[in-house]
Nanobody, 115 residues
């Protein structure tokens, strides 16, 4: 299993970024997918999840209304569109899949929101 995040960077408050997570080594379309984030000195926290077909999505209260999770099963790719970014959104963003044998994580992509 391999999960590779990309799309992070430095953005000003109020700006937008789109993160991607390229998946391989498993049947992507058969598993719900998740985005988490971890800020310096803080525990990893859930951001958003999406069902296998993309119909059902869930969000943490802290990102609801600003972030949108989506997936393209034909491309084996998970996305996170982040709008109206705030300094408190600064973190490493990671994608995660839970399979029968346990959880698999990507290495993460850094998002820094600062003026």
């Amino acid at each position: 299993v391999q999960l590779v995040e990309s799309g992070g960077g430095l953005v000003q408050p109020g700006g937008s970024l789109r993160l991607s997570c390229a998946a391989s080594g498993f049947t992507f379309s058969s598993y719900a997918m998740n985005w988490y984030r971890q800020a310096p000195g803080k525990e990893r926290e859930f951001c958003a999840s999406i069902s296998t077909t993309g119909i059902i999505t869930k969000y943490a209260d802290s990102v609801k209304g600003r972030f949108t999770i989506s997936r393209d099963n034909a491309k084996n790719t998970l996305y996170l569109q982040m709008n109206s970014l705030k300094p408190e959104d600064t973190a490493v963003y990671l994608c995660k899949v839970v399979r029968r044998g346990g959880s698999d994580w990507g290495q993460g992509t850094q998002v820094t929101v600062s003026s």
